[in-house]
């Protein structure tokens, strides 16, 4: 089974930016898709972004569409490059891996990392 490391977080100030990485092993990306989510305190997790390997194809949460990149990074790592946070994109972010094409349900993905905390204060 594929397995996912996150990294890249941090604690920043509305209007800065950070780059999170997800390095996958295990397994080739092809023919994948590697999702972003984020969970804030008591909230379910959210999708934020997804990248299909293979043709690739991105998909992005409207609330993040113009600031945050989904984007590969070498062959087993995935990027998400974040722009103009704001208190709002605090969270835990995961990445996660499925087969086949795109999805915005957490429910449709197998293979989960352990998360890497986002906090962007006011």
């Known amino acids: 089974q594929a397995q996912l490391v996150e990294s890249g977080g941090g604690l920043v100030q509305t209007g800065d930016s950070l780059r999170l990485s997800c390095a996958t092993s295990g397994r080739t990306l092809s023919s994948t898709t590697i999702g972003w989510f984020r969970q804030g305190p008591g909230q379910d997790r959210k999708f934020v972004a997804s990248l299909k390997w293979g043709p690739q194809h991105t998909d992005y949460a409207d609330s993040v569409k113009g600031r945050f990149t989904i984007s590969r990074d070498g062959a087993y790592t995935t990027a998400l490059q974040m722009n103009n946070l704001n208190p709002e994109d605090t969270g835990v972010y995961y990445c996660?891996?499925?087969?086949?094409?795109?999805?915005?349900?957490?429910?449709?993905?197998?293979?989960w990392g352990q998360g890497t905390q986002v906090t962007v204060s006011s």
């Open positions: 996660a891996r499925k087969t086949g094409g795109f999805s915005r349900s957490s429910l449709d993905y197998n293979s």
